[in-house]
């Protein structure tokens, strides 16, 4: 390569830093008038814990926030967190006979989270963690080859934490997608109830981590 050939190599790329700079300001200045913003998450839930042990299964994750910038760096969110995942248990008793039992575990939580935010031109970093509260459900489908088929369900609410990572992108200075991480801590879930004989329990934590897919839009 010749150094005239450089030279508009060098000239080319500095020509372009300059723009994304210059865009980049301007985005970051539009944004700044915007303090609001509401996001959609959908992604999957990878059971950790106690979930884990008892053989549950991956399953989704959605979620809906809205966020408010207190400072340039600092966001606090609230919103709704739905997680979810299933397992499958076969028996035999003496009066079911042989069993199958399809088990559905969702939490539905309500959450706070506060966030740290790292700005560089379109793309920004962030990390933070929250609290939540969340309403559990445990619906199961039994089939039994002597009693037939039944519906059970019961429910629980514990307090859980989380930790949160990721990254945003803006595709305009109100639209933007994002890719977050998020791992939770819950209390123990106690779920016991016996339907014709057959046990449809869970007993144990809804600890995890999930990633999600987010779409965003200032206001």
């Not at 994750?61 to 076969?90: H, I, Q």
């Not at 489908?141 to 989380?162: I, K």
Request: charged share 20%.
């Amino acid at each position: 390569m010749n150094s005239k050939t450089k030279k508009i190599l060098v000239l080319f790329a500095a020509a372009n830093a300059a723009l994304l700079g210059v865009a980049g300001t301007a985005m970051a200045e539009e944004r700044a008038n915007r303090l609001n913003y509401t996001q959609a998450k959908l992604g999957m839930f990878e059971p950790g814990g106690d979930l884990d042990d008892a053989g549950y299964d991956t399953g989704g994750a959605l979620g809906v926030v809205y966020g408010r910038y207190l400072a340039e760096n600092v966001v606090l969110e609230a919103g709704f967190d739905l997680l979810a995942s299933d397992n499958t248990v076969r028996g035999s008793n003496n009066q079911a006979g042989y069993y199958t039992q399809d088990n559905t575990l969702a939490g539905l939580g309500g959450v706070v989270t506060l966030k740290g935010e790292f700005q560089a031109g379109p793309v920004a970093l962030f990390a933070g963690g929250g609290i939540g509260l969340y309403a559990v459900s445990l619906s199961s489908e039994v089939e039994s080859s002597r009693l037939g088929d039944f519906d059970s369900d019961d429910s629980d609410a514990v307090f859980g934490a989380h930790l949160t990572a990721g990254a945003t992108f803006d595709i305009t200075e109100r639209f933007f997608l994002g890719l977050e991480g998020r791992y939770r801590w819950t209390d123990d879930v106690e779920i016991r109830d016996t339907v014709a004989s057959i046990p449809v329990e869970y007993s144990g934590d809804l600890s995890g981590y999930s990633i999600t897919c987010n779409a965003g839009f200032r206001f």
